[in-house]
């Protein structure tokens, strides 16, 4: 005969992997905030970086070709 009060329970256990990458992922638009709010507190410049001078030597023939270049090709010539 069989026991009425016997009984099977199965249980699944699944684990998922993944959260490193969302932690990378954080981690790095931390920094990116970080590195911004640095530079808007800073008055939207690096310490120490007040003015700056760049100067161009010998590229004044290039210049003054690629200016006549450009307006005879808007003037359609």
């Given at each position: 005969?069989?026991?009425?009060?016997?009984?099977?329970?199965?249980?699944?256990?699944?684990?998922?992997?993944?959260?490193?990458?969302?932690?990378?992922?954080?981690?790095?638009?931390?920094?990116?905030?970080?590195?911004?709010?640095?530079?808007?507190?800073?008055?939207?410049?690096?310490?120490?970086?007040?003015?700056?001078n760049?100067?161009?030597?010998?590229?004044?023939?290039?210049?003054?070709?690629?200016?006549?270049?450009?307006e005879?090709?808007?003037?359609?010539?």
């Open positions: 005969m069989a026991d009425p009060d016997r009984s099977e329970r199965v249980t699944t256990t699944t684990t998922t992997s993944g959260s490193t990458g969302i932690g990378i992922i954080l981690g790095g638009l931390v920094v990116a905030v970080a590195v911004l709010a640095y530079f808007m507190f800073a008055n939207g410049s690096a310490p120490g970086s007040d003015s700056v760049i100067k161009i030597e010998g590229a004044g023939d290039a210049i003054e070709g690629a200016a006549e270049a450009v005879g090709t808007a003037e359609g010539n």
